[in-house]
């Protein structure tokens, strides 16, 4: 298994972002009926979670990126990394002519 750090996509802390650095992708849907914003991502094994709002689901992702990492073998508890990650937005809507 490749580990994040070897790939660009962990920072080990103190560590400077570079430009070509990878960056974790997420993917984030209203879901209407629900009422929540829902998120998942290829770049983490498992990560599926949602909330109301979209900076409770920020919140959720930070707590849960490292831990799924950890989980997965994808890095190790003691590297101590910032972990970059993007969250990629959809919602549909329709606009009502008068």
């Known amino acids: 298994m490749v580990s994040l750090l070897a790939t660009g996509l962990i920072v080990p802390n103190g560590g400077e972002r570079m430009k070509d650095e990878k960056v974790i992708q997420v993917h ?3 879901d209407d009926a629900a ?3 829902v ?3 290829d770049d983490v094994p498992g990560l599926v979670t949602e909330a109301e709002t979209a900076e409770g689901l920020e ?3 930070r707590a849960m990126i490292p ?3 950890i989980e997965n073998g994808l890095i190790d508890e003691s590297e101590h990394a910032s972990i970059p990650f993007h ?3 959809e919602r549909d809507s329709v606009a009502n002519a008068c």
């Open 28 to 30: 984030a849907v209203w």
């Open 67 to 69: 831990e799924l990492l």
């Open 35 to 37: 009422g929540v914003w």
């Open 59 to 61: 919140v959720k992702l």
């Open 87 to 89: 969250i990629s937005a």
């Open 39 to 41: 998120a998942t991502s």
